[in-house]
């Protein structure tokens, strides 16, 4: 990481021009370093604009997250949580994975501007934009065990669509065992990591990525349809640090219930947000089959059922991943 990067793309965040010589007038170093600050940030795909006689410039204004908005707006829960917010990482979940083992308490959460190396389940990759997307991750540890979080990942989304619609997106659907979608295209995702023993205590580091208004060319590099805020709010604009203060909100109460009576607390509540409720849908099996089904619903432990050429079958997350047939065929 170059050490000045980020303090420049900070001055850049009002969306102006900055000539190079007040930059490095600012930083006191030599134009050379500024320069070499602004093509570092642009090997990491931030797009800068660099104009003769008028200096650098982002496409437009963006908005960094701000700690103290974020704890306001989780309100008096907001003891409970330990922020931290870092400028860049490779991917929050790997970072707090670590804390987590180091020691990290009970409930951390660790937000960035910047995620270089974002993840997705199975080694995907989760595309991230500076001041377009929010991705965090927050460590949650239970006394029970792992085995006994298997509705964990569901119960988050349910969280998930509670801030989503308090902030006014009422159109979101959750997608087995944890996307979020509006018409069919993802917005916002989410990862588990766990740590411990099977019959515990165990740690979960609940990484989420959401899409708030992505440029044209990361929606390019996302491999599925996909969409942000922006463009389901037609235009009104939403602060990210609220963004996240709602959703830690929700999270915090979500879990909460989760700890004491597991998913089935809210199994309705996702059901009734469920994208693909029965709808014949396309499973990508681990052996590289395609099979297809009618979804029946998830069970009190969050298993997906399914109705197949074999009758009622079970799903556990991370077996099979979900296709919508009307999408794609
Ligand atoms: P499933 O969860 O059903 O197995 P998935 O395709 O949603 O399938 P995930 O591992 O959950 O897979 O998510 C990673 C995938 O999400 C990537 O392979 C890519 O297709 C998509 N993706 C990556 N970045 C974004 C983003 N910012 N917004 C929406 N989708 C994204
Ligand atoms: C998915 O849909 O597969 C989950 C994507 C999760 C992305 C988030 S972004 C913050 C956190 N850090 C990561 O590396 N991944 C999660």
């Known amino acids: 990481m170059n050490a000045l990067t980020f303090p420049i793309l900070k001055q850049l965040s009002d969306g102006q021009f900055h000539s190079g010589e007040a930059l490095a007038a600012q930083f006191d170093v030599t134009r050379v370093t500024v320069w070499n600050a602004i093509q570092y940030a642009q090997s990491l795909g931030v797009e800068i604009f660099s104009v003769r006689g008028r200096g650098y410039k982002l496409p437009s204004a963006i908005e960094l997250l701000d700690k103290d908005t974020v704890l306001r707006t989780i309100g008096v829960q907001s003891e409970w949580i ?43 990759n989760w595309v991230s934009e500076l001041g377009a997307s929010l991705t965090f991750s927050l460590l949650w540890r239970f006394d029970c065990g792992a085995t006994a979080l298997s509705g964990l990942s569901l119960a988050v989304g349910v969280g998930l669509i509670r801030a989503l619609n308090e902030l006014g997106v009422n159109a979101a659907q959750l997608k087995w065992p944890n996307d979020v979608l509006v018409n069919q295209k993802k917005l916002a995702g989410i990862l588990i990591d766990l740590q411990g023993d099977m019959d515990g205590p165990s740690a979960a580091v609940i990484g989420v990525g959401i899409n708030v208004n992505l440029s044209g060319n990361a929606l390019k590099r996302i491999d599925q349809p996909a969409i942000d805020i922006q463009r389901v709010s037609e235009g009104h604009a939403l602060n990210q640090s609220v963004l996240l203060g709602t959703v830690l909100k929700h999270f915090i109460d979500v879990l909460r219930d989760f700890e004491i009576h597991g998913f089935v607390s809210v199994r309705d509540e996702w059901l009734s947000h469920h994208a693909y409720q029965n709808q014949t849908v396309r499973m990508l099996m681990p052996d590289g089959r395609d099979v297809e089904g009618l979804v029946k619903g998830v069970a009190d432990d969050g298993i997906l059922l399914v109705e197949t050429a074999l009758g009622l079958q079970r799903f556990s997350a991370g077996e099979i991943s979900l296709r919508a047939v009307s999408h794609e065929r």
């Open 82 to 124: 330990q922020l931290e917010v870092l400028d860049t990482v490779d991917s929050t979940n790997t970072y707090l994975l670590n804390a987590a083992a180091n020691g990290a308490p009970h409930v951390s959460c660790v937000a960035t501007h910047m995620q270089t190396g974002g993840r997705g389940r199975r080694g995907r």
